[in-house]
């Protein structure tokens, strides 16, 4: 059974908005991650987030974590039609080795 | 370095006969992953590998083998086809650390069983 879930399941903004996903998860984890797939090519990842931690930052990507509640979100601000894509979580629960557990991914679309 | 690499991108089969995917990688990862993905789904681990010449079950095993003959190619094998395995296969790699690491994915390949 998928471990995330993620919502919404389809997100379209136009370009310059932020745009928020989130992911919940069922059991503790060591981390969290988040991949970008663009149409027919592989996942690419963008950041990974610690149990232990409650939020990062890269370039335009915030994550928070809150392993209170299970769920983590991510927000791209100012966002680009370049953002287009899917967007997974993909939790692990160990602390070595990284089997990870994805979620069923959110639709982004960014209109110019 | 091509990073992650999966041969072949397309395959057309028919039910009851057998294929090898093959994943390379050129980064000198330890540990190595095959997935599946269905259509509005995400990933599914189908088996793994920790090292050369160990292997593991994943969340969906059934019907596949893998074998991990050398470190740097990790083979997916289809015994016997089912429609069922119509699905987008990706390979994933990443380098045995003490922290946990990202990992790096090959572009696919689209299977299709009729």
């Known amino acids: 059974s998928q471990q995330g879930e993620e919502d919404p399941q389809a997100l379209s903004i136009q370009e310059g908005e932020n745009a928020t996903m989130n992911c919940s998860y069922k059991?503790?984890?060591?981390?969290l991650q988040w991949y970008r797939q663009n149409s027919g090519r592989g996942l690419v990842h963008l950041i990974l987030i610690r149990s232990n931690e409650r939020e990062k930052h890269s370039g335009r990507l915030r994550v928070t974590l809150d392993t209170s509640k299970k769920s983590s979100s991510l927000l791209i601000t100012a966002s680009r039609a370049a953002d287009t894509a899917s967007y997974f979580c993909?939790?692990?629960?160990?602390?070595?080795?990284?089997?990870?557990?994805f979620g069923e991914g959110t639709q982004l679309t960014v209109n110019p | 370095n091509a990073g992650v690499t999966q041969t072949p991108k397309f395959r057309v089969l028919k039910t009851g006969q057998s294929m090898t995917l093959l994943c390379a990688q050129d980064?000198?990862?330890?540990?190595m992953y095959w997935y599946r993905q269905d259509p509005g789904m995400g990933l599914r681990l189908i088996h793994y590998?920790?090292?050369?010449?160990?292997?593991a079950k994943g969340e969906v095993p059934d019907g596949y083998n893998v074998s991990r003959l050398k470190k740097q190619n990790f083979l997916l094998g289809l015994e016997s086809a089912a429609p069922s395995q119509t699905s987008v296969y990706f390979c994933?790699?990443?380098?045995?650390?003490?922290?946990?690491?990202?990992?790096?994915f090959g572009p696919g390949t689209r299977l299709t069983v009729l």
């Open positions: 994933a790699s990443n380098e045995l650390a003490g922290a946990i690491r990202e990992q790096f």
């Open positions: 059991t503790s984890i060591n981390n």
């Open positions: 993909a939790t692990s629960k160990e602390t070595s080795g990284s089997r990870l557990t």
């Open positions: 590998s920790v090292g050369e010449g160990t292997t």
């Open positions: 980064m000198n990862h330890e540990y």
